[in-house]
């Protein structure tokens, strides 16, 4: 079958079919483009404090300085970074990629077992930590390669006296901080005021230079380094920026960041895409706090916003997101699982904005499908391969399929991520001799183009020899209005081979299995209906958001 490009009729009038790959040399040059550009202009924003761009500038040369004048660190180290969204974020990550050398982003939430892995397999030579997180590197730190230890404060940035209240309070009041010891540790603040004494020098940073080892695949085996150049994240940003160009304007947007800076989804769509527009990033360092969420949302007049299923669900069942200023607001963009139907109708009818469902991995850096900004409703679909993007969907012998068949999504395109760090054969698994990047999500195309995930792979559940897909329970389960959230698994069955279990956490404490059930007939043909239906006061989840379909898999085996 000869491949071909339908999505192009669909693309939107004003978005190029390819773009400039070298536009930019490397993330420093769009940081630099922007800090000229813009350099008044507020950047970030956290707990009510602004850094703008000339601060980002001034702040992230000192730190640069820092690692190189101070730690003598050489281009190509990697320096790990262990916090959730705050000031000292932006600051770190510029700062480390002016040096030439390569971040690795670090979910605070991991066990010593899990930062450990990280942190041997990236050879990590430094790591900034919030102090909450201290005690996790104080029990690894010895068996690592890591010759330095940077420690900060939540509060640390947001001058005095609130940042010492702040750090006061989560220290003795909340108790959030427990007591570490790591010795030869040093305050980030006092790492700037030592860069501060010192040059930077000229760096040369080149575009298949490393910029991020991004973490991936955790929760379903051990963790892999996405190695991510300065031309992957560039090259995605540029993409993305295009496709959404006619919805946003350079130099009067606010975006929300709730997603967490070290997931791929913010880093590149938050941080690097309103980077470019000279856009302020409003930091949410606890999303979980919905209450405390929508507060934070009353007070601005945001303009977009990135997230997952369940943050937009969880926001929408918060008392008083309802009242929210919703006048500004011109981009909603969801990702990093699917996003159910019932949620994207919910979004419009209270936001009166569209949930535009977009599509990637961190090996993609990540986007490789967006639906077009102006899109009135939901779809269904991912979208179209975005600029300079193709896709197609394989069969297990690697053979392209026509429009409408199921089979694996493969994507190619200069976001595809150089390889995993120290794993060649992981490599090859993942990418093929032309270049494909294989996935392991199925989909189908329309003969316009659109791309829809049918699920993954390895959550796809065989009942009776009849193909299954989580999403597609999940959506319809969804639709009851006594449902909060829903997973679908398979569960071994003496007849069946697999039987379908939904597991929900209700809205309406009266709702019943049988309801669901009946829901179920209604809206399924029988070999998709659950069997089993069970009730929760929560899914498990990653830090981010994304439920984790494995765990509810693994109970429901050990209950059999």
Same mark, same amino acid.
């Given at each position: 079958?000869?491949?071909?490009r339908?999505?192009l009729?669909?693309?939107?009038?004003?978005?190029?079919?390819?773009?400039?790959?070298?536009?930019?040399?490397?993330i420093?040059?769009?940081?630099?483009?922007a800090?000229?550009? =813009?350099r008044?202009?507020?950047?970030?924003?956290?707990?009510g404090?602004?850094?703008?761009?000339?601060?980002?500038?001034?702040?992230?040369?000192?730190?640069?300085?820092?690692?190189?004048?101070?730690?003598?660190?050489?281009?190509?180290?990697?320096?790990?970074?262990m916090?959730?969204?705050?000031?000292?974020?932006?600051?770190?990550?510029?700062?480390?990629?002016?040096? @030439?050398?390569?971040?690795?982003? *670090?979910?605070?939430?991991?066990?010593?077992?899990?930062?450990?892995?990280?942190? *041997?397999?990236?050879?990590?030579?430094?790591?900034?930590?919030?102090?909450?997180?201290?005690?996790?590197?104080?029990?690894?730190?010895?068996?690592?390669?890591?010759?330095? *230890?940077?420690?900060?404060?939540?509060? #640390?940035?947001?001058?005095?006296?609130?940042?010492?209240?702040?750090?006061?309070?989560?220290?003795?009041?909340?108790?959030?901080?427990?007591?570490?010891?790591?010795?030869?540790?040093?305050?980030?603040?006092?790492?700037?005021? %030592?860069?501060?004494?010192?040059?930077?020098?000229?760096?040369?940073?080149?575009?298949?230079?490393?910029?991020?080892?991004?973490?991936?695949?955790?929760?379903?085996g051990?963790?892999?380094?996405?190695?991510?150049?300065?031309?992957?994240?560039?090259?995605?940003?540029?993409?993305?920026?295009?496709?959404?160009?006619?919805?946003?304007?350079?130099g009067?947007?606010?975006?929300?960041?709730?997603?967490?800076?070290?997931?791929?989804?913010?880093?590149?769509?938050?941080? %690097?895409?309103?980077?470019?527009?000279g856009?302020?990033?409003?930091?949410?360092?606890?999303?979980?706090?919905?209450?405390?969420?929508?507060?934070?949302?009353?007070?601005?007049? =945001?303009?977009?916003?990135?997230?997952?299923?369940?943050?937009?669900?969880?926001?929408?069942?918060?008392?008083? =997101?309802?009242?929210?200023?919703?006048?500004?607001?011109?981009?909603?963009?969801?990702? @990093?699982?699917?996003?159910?139907?019932?949620?994207?109708?919910?979004?419009?009818?209270?936001?009166?904005c569209?949930?535009?469902?977009?599509?990637?991995?961190?090996?993609t850096?990540?986007?490789?499908c967006?639906?077009?900004?102006?899109?009135? #409703?939901?779809?269904?679909?991912?979208?179209?391969?975005?600029?300079?993007?193709?896709?197609?969907?394989?069969?297990?012998?690697?053979?392209?399929?026509?429009?409408?068949?199921? @089979?694996?999504?493969?994507?190619?395109?200069?976001?595809?991520?150089?390889?995993?760090?120290?794993?060649?054969?992981?490599?090859?698994?993942?990418?093929?001799? #032309?270049?494909?990047?294989?996935?392991?999500?199925?989909?189908?195309?329309?003969?316009?183009?659109?791309?829809?995930?049918? #699920?993954?792979?390895?959550?796809?559940?065989?009942?009776?020899?009849?193909?299954?897909?989580?999403?597609?329970?999940?959506?319809?389960?969804?639709?009851?209005?006594?449902?909060?959230?829903?997973?679908?698994?398979?569960?071994?069955?003496?007849?069946?081979?697999?039987?379908?279990?939904?597991?929900?956490?209700?809205?309406?404490?009266?709702?019943?299995?049988?309801?669901?059930?009946?829901?179920?007939?209604?809206n399924?043909? @029988?070999?998709?209906?659950?069997?089993?239906?069970?009730?929760?006061?929560?899914?498990?989840?990653?830090?981010?958001?994304?439920i984790?379909?494995?765990?509810?898999?693994?109970?429901?085996?050990?209950?059999?």
């Amino acid at each position: 079958m000869s491949f071909e490009r339908p999505w192009l009729s669909s693309y939107p009038s004003d978005v190029p079919e390819q773009i400039d790959i070298d536009a930019f040399p490397s993330i420093v040059a769009v940081l630099q483009n922007a800090i000229d550009k =813009f350099r008044d202009r507020p950047a970030y924003a956290n707990l009510g404090k602004v850094l703008t761009y000339g601060d980002i500038d001034r702040l992230s040369q000192q730190f640069a300085a820092y690692l190189l004048g101070e730690l003598k660190l050489k281009k190509g180290d990697r320096v790990a970074i262990m916090l959730p969204n705050c000031l000292q974020y932006p600051i770190a990550i510029f700062g480390i990629l002016r040096a @030439g050398l390569t971040v690795v982003n *670090v979910n605070p939430m991991y066990t010593p077992r899990e930062l450990k892995h990280q942190l *041997v397999d990236s050879g990590a030579s430094a790591i900034l930590v919030l102090d909450n997180f201290g005690q996790t590197v104080q029990e690894v730190v010895a068996d690592s390669p890591v010759q330095q *230890v940077i420690t900060t404060g939540l509060g #640390d940035m947001l001058g005095f006296p609130k940042g010492a209240i702040v750090n006061f309070m989560l220290k003795h009041v909340k108790k959030m901080v427990p007591d570490y010891d790591i010795p030869g540790a040093i305050r980030f603040k006092d790492t700037l005021t %030592l860069g501060q004494m010192r040059a930077l020098p000229e760096v040369a940073i080149a575009p298949d230079d490393i910029a991020f080892l991004q973490y991936t695949g955790g929760t379903t085996g051990v963790a892999k380094g996405a190695m991510l150049t300065h031309r992957n994240l560039v090259t995605n940003m540029l993409q993305a920026s295009a496709w959404i160009a006619g919805s946003m304007k350079p130099g009067e947007e606010l975006i929300v960041t709730a997603l967490p800076l070290y997931h791929i989804f913010a880093l590149t769509a938050n941080s %690097l895409v309103f980077m470019n527009l000279g856009a302020l990033n409003y930091l949410i360092t606890n999303p979980r706090d919905m209450a405390g969420f929508v507060k934070e949302l009353s007070k601005i007049p =945001f303009t977009a916003i990135t997230g997952v299923n369940t943050l937009f669900n969880g926001l929408l069942n918060t008392p008083g =997101f309802d009242k929210v200023d919703f006048s500004h607001l011109r981009l909603t963009l969801g990702g @990093g699982m699917a996003v159910q139907r019932a949620v994207a109708e919910r979004w419009k009818q209270v936001t009166g904005c569209p949930l535009i469902e977009a599509y990637g991995l961190t090996e993609t850096s990540p986007a490789a499908c967006i639906n077009p900004w102006n899109l009135k #409703d939901y779809n269904g679909s991912i979208g179209l391969p975005i600029p300079s993007t193709d896709a197609c969907v394989k069969d297990e012998d690697g053979n392209m399929l026509p429009v409408g068949e199921v @089979g694996e999504l493969c994507i190619k395109g200069p976001q595809v991520m150089k390889g995993y760090w120290q794993r060649p054969a992981e490599t090859a698994k993942q990418i093929d001799a #032309d270049g494909w990047l294989h996935t392991g999500d199925m989909a189908r195309m329309d003969e316009k183009g659109f791309f829809y995930i049918v #699920d993954r792979k390895k959550d796809m559940i065989l009942v009776s020899g009849f193909n299954v897909y989580p999403n597609e329970i999940e959506d319809v389960v969804a639709m009851m209005p006594g449902v909060l959230e829903v997973a679908a698994v398979g569960v071994p069955d003496e007849k069946s081979g697999e039987a379908i279990k939904v597991v929900i956490v209700k809205k309406d404490p009266t709702l019943t299995a049988e309801q669901v059930k009946e829901h179920a007939r209604q809206n399924m043909t @029988g070999y998709k209906q659950p069997k089993y239906v069970e009730f929760r006061t929560e899914l498990p989840k990653t830090n981010v958001g994304k439920i984790l379909r494995r765990e509810l898999r693994d109970s429901a085996a050990k209950a059999s």
